[in-house]
C-alpha cells in the first residue's frame, strides 16, 4: 500500500502547479517533494506526472490516480472530524468557482452570514465565465448555470434559471419591439457574449437555435448587461440577473412566448464521492435554503413566469 502522505505529496503538486509551490505549502524542499513523487511512482510502476522546466502534467494514470486519491484524502479529512469534533464538523478552506456575475450578486452578499455560522471555515471564491476542471485545479465545488449533461461529477440542482429575451423602452422606442424571430435577426441587434451564442430558445413550436450577429464582440456577460441597458440591443438574459430592472421598467420582455430551454438550472457541481466533506455539504445546503425553487430574483415576475405569452413585465 502507498504512504498517504505521499499520495497528500502528490495532489498538492497538482493543485498547486509545480514542486516547489507545493513544497512551500507542506513546508517541505523542492528535492524532498520530488523525491518521495519518485518514490510514489516507484511503487505504482507508473510515471504520474510529466515534468519540463516550466510545468508539470498528468499522465493519464496520473490523472486517474489523482481524482481517486482526492477521494481518500476528503475520506480521512472526514474521518479525524469525527473523531476529533465527535461530529463530521465544517472545518478547512472551501474552493469554490462560480460565474462572475452571479458570485458577485448572490454569492458574496451571503459569505458574512455563511461564515458567522461555520467559524471554522473559509472560503476561495473563484469568479469566471470559464467552466474549470474541479478536480485537476482542485476545486471543492462549481457553481454552474447550464444543462448538464452525462459526466463523472455529481450535480444537486439548486435552483431554476429563467432566460428571457429584453430591451430598454428607448431601444425599443427607436426599433420597435420584434413581431417573430426572424424580425428579431432580420431587423434587431442581437447582444450576447460569444461563449453564450448561440440561444436554445423554447418557443410555440419547441426548441430553436438563434445565431446571434451583432456588431460588438465580447466574451464577458457583464459588457452584454451593460450594452443591454444602455439601449443598444435585445439580449438573452437571466432574472437573477436583470429581475430588479424589469420590475423598475428599466428593461422590457419581447417575445415573451419564447425563453431558454426549461433544463437550464442553478447547479452545485462537486466530485463523485461516496463520503461528501462537511465544508461542502453545508455550503450547498446554506445556498440550497437561500435560493430554492421559487428564488428571491423571481419575486414580482409571476405572472410572465407562471403564463408566458399572456403577461409582460414592465
Given at each position: 500500500?502507498?504512504?498517504?502522505t505521499d499520495m497528500e505529496i502528490f495532489a498538492r503538486v497538482v493543485s498547486a502547479g509545480s514542486m516547489s509551490a507545493a513544497g512551500r505549502e507542506m513546508s517541505l524542499s523542492p528535492a524532498v517533494v520530488?523525491?518521495?513523487?519518485?518514490?510514489?511512482?516507484?511503487?505504482?510502476?507508473?510515471?504520474?506526472?510529466?515534468?519540463?522546466?516550466?510545468?508539470?502534467?498528468?499522465?493519464?494514470?496520473?490523472?486517474?490516480?489523482?481524482?481517486?486519491?482526492?477521494?481518500?484524502?476528503?475520506?480521512?479529512?472526514?474521518?479525524?472530524?469525527?473523531?476529533?469534533?465527535?461530529?463530521?464538523?465544517?472545518?478547512?478552506?472551501?474552493?469554490?468557482?462560480?460565474?462572475?456575475?452571479?458570485?458577485?450578486?448572490?454569492?458574496?452578499?451571503?459569505?458574512?452570514?455563511?461564515?458567522?455560522?461555520?467559524?471554522?471555515?473559509?472560503?476561495?471564491?473563484?469568479?469566471?465565465?470559464?467552466?474549470?476542471?474541479?478536480?485537476?485545479?482542485?476545486?471543492?465545488?462549481?457553481?454552474?448555470?447550464?444543462?448538464?449533461?452525462?459526466?463523472?461529477?455529481?450535480?444537486?440542482?439548486?435552483?431554476?434559471?429563467?432566460?428571457?429575451?429584453?430591451?430598454?423602452?428607448?431601444?425599443?422606442?427607436?426599433?420597435?419591439?420584434?413581431?417573430?424571430?426572424?424580425?428579431?435577426?432580420?431587423?434587431?441587434?442581437?447582444?450576447?457574449?460569444?461563449?453564450?451564442?448561440?440561444?436554445?430558445?423554447?418557443?410555440?413550436?419547441?426548441?430553436?437555435?438563434?445565431?446571434?450577429?451583432?456588431?460588438?464582440?465580447?466574451?464577458?456577460?457583464?459588457?452584454?448587461?451593460?450594452?443591454?441597458?444602455?439601449?443598444?440591443?435585445?439580449?438573452?438574459?437571466?432574472?437573477?440577473?436583470?429581475?430588479?430592472?424589469?420590475?423598475?421598467?428599466?428593461?422590457?420582455?419581447?417575445?415573451?412566448?419564447?425563453?431558454?430551454?426549461?433544463?437550464?438550472?442553478?447547479?452545485?457541481?462537486?466530485?463523485?464521492?461516496?463520503?461528501?466533506?462537511?465544508?461542502?455539504?453545508?455550503?450547498?445546503?446554506?445556498?440550497?435554503?437561500?435560493?430554492?425553487?421559487?428564488?428571491?430574483?423571481?419575486?414580482?415576475?409571476?405572472?410572465?413566469?407562471?403564463?408566458?405569452?399572456?403577461?409582460?413585465?414592465?
Amino acid at each position: 500500500m502507498s504512504n498517504l502522505t505521499d499520495m497528500e505529496i502528490f495532489a498538492r503538486v497538482v493543485s498547486a502547479g509545480s514542486m516547489s509551490a507545493a513544497g512551500r505549502e507542506m513546508s517541505l524542499s523542492p528535492a524532498v517533494v520530488s523525491k518521495r513523487i519518485r518514490r510514489l511512482e516507484d511503487k505504482l510502476g507508473t510515471r504520474l506526472l510529466q515534468r519540463t522546466t516550466r510545468q508539470i502534467a498528468m499522465t493519464e494514470a496520473g490523472q486517474g490516480f489523482y481524482e481517486r486519491v482526492v477521494a481518500i484524502l476528503a475520506s480521512v479529512e472526514e474521518a479525524e472530524a469525527f473523531v476529533s469534533r465527535g461530529s463530521a464538523q465544517a472545518r478547512g478552506t472551501l474552493k469554490v468557482a462560480a460565474p462572475t456575475s452571479f458570485g458577485r450578486l448572490h454569492i458574496a452578499p451571503y459569505l458574512g452570514k455563511f461564515l458567522k455560522d461555520n467559524p471554522d471555515l473559509s472560503i476561495n471564491l473563484d469568479l469566471g465565465d470559464d467552466f474549470v476542471d474541479i478536480v485537476g485545479e482542485g476545486y471543492d465545488l462549481a457553481i454552474r448555470i447550464a444543462e448538464l449533461s452525462d459526466s463523472s461529477l455529481v450535480a444537486r440542482r439548486l435552483a431554476p434559471v429563467h432566460r428571457i429575451l429584453c430591451a430598454a423602452p428607448g431601444y425599443l422606442a427607436e426599433h420597435g419591439e420584434p413581431a417573430s424571430i426572424d424580425d428579431l435577426l432580420e431587423n434587431h441587434v442581437c447582444l450576447a457574449a460569444v461563449n453564450q451564442d448561440p440561444w436554445r430558445l423554447m418557443g410555440p413550436h419547441g426548441i430553436e437555435t438563434v445565431r446571434t450577429i451583432a456588431p460588438i464582440r465580447t466574451n464577458s456577460s457583464e459588457v452584454v448587461r451593460e450594452c443591454l441597458l444602455a439601449g443598444v440591443g435585445v439580449a438573452l438574459r437571466s432574472t437573477w440577473d436583470i429581475g430588479p430592472e424589469l420590475r423598475d421598467g428599466k428593461l422590457k420582455i419581447v417575445l415573451p412566448q419564447y425563453r431558454a430551454s426549461k433544463d437550464v438550472g442553478l447547479h452545485a457541481v462537486y466530485p463523485s464521492r461516496r463520503f461528501l466533506p462537511a465544508k461542502v455539504r453545508v455550503f450547498i445546503d446554506f445556498l440550497a435554503g437561500l435560493y430554492g425553487p421559487s428564488p428571491y430574483w423571481d419575486a414580482g415576475l409571476d405572472a410572465w413566469l407562471d403564463a408566458p405569452g399572456t403577461a409582460k413585465a414592465s
